[in-house]
């Protein structure tokens, strides 16, 4: 899965938590199977989820609080307007919940009826905030935005082994723009973005793991594409280069140990046509190269699940795919 601005994940590998985004906040939602168009960016290979902010007045001031089962709340403000032929969108919300809902356990004991019950589930709330602002032209040729969002949730672990003191905190800040431009008969498209998101986690009695933790992670993330597209007859070609990189640290804050610290750079170049065979019917092979380069931090002791990535170095690797639709081209 992938979200566009103001929802930008981008890299390989990468799930979007859905759940941070206010759905109103959306004028459209854009749904690809398979293989992602090439101007979506990224190496998205099962398919993409393009979240197209809604901009300017519709109903250019919007307030709604509601409550629900297990102590779930929440309380939005979003403000839409146009301004000298420039769209404007600004949102303010919480949402928050207890999660102390009621399930059925075997006591870890599925052989034996004796300790079976009914428990509450604890450490499972969680408040969350979020801010965003954006603007762009009517047109789209031309948008940016920025977006902060803090969450606080309690890590309630497993059914058969619950954690009753973990928590993680997260707090992120993105920025992006956009900008669309005609040369002749292409076009082409251009996106920049800086994401920037810090997490603390804490375990201090060893719930969740072998030991307790008390760690705070910082990860920085930024880069840039550009698409171009342009029509030949009745087929359309469109190509793409993306640059992109990563650095991530991990520091222990009890001072158990140095930080960790991990940097990625990577660049992709992409191809794809759309041949129209008649009719509705559009058919879209595509070719991508990614090129990337990683300096991970040095591996811990003891086993280590992710041996393969730590060691760095430089991986190249290519794909093809293709796509047909039965329907008209949207733009995102």
Known sequence: MRAQPPATVTGDEVTADLGRYAMDA????????GAVPVELGGAGVGGAVNLVTR????????????AGSFGARHARLRYGDELGGVLSSATL????AAGDYTYFTDGGTPLDPGDDGYAVRRNN??????????????DRARAGGVRLAWKRQGLPGSVAQPALDASLGTLDAIADARVAVRVGPAEARQLGYVL?????????AGELGLGAQDRGYLTVSGGGA??????LGRHRATAGL????DRFRDVDRGGARAPLVGTRAAGAASAAAELALGGALVVAPAARLDLVRTAPAP?????DALAELRRGGTSCRARGSRRARGSARTSP
């Open 26 to 33: 959306f004028g459209e939602v854009e749904l690809y199977r």
């Open 55 to 66: 901009l300017g007045r519709g109903e250019r001031l919007r307030a709604s609080v509601g």
């Open 93 to 96: 919300g919480y949402q928050g």
């Open 125 to 138: 709330h969680f408040d969350q905030l979020d801010l965003a602002a954006r603007a762009g032209a009517p």
């Open 196 to 204: 920037a998101e810090r997490q603390i986690l804490r375990d201090p």
């Open 226 to 231: 550009t698409a171009w597209s342009a029509p």
């Open 242 to 245: 993306e640059l992109r990189g």
């Open 299 to 303: 591996a811990a002791e003891g086993p």
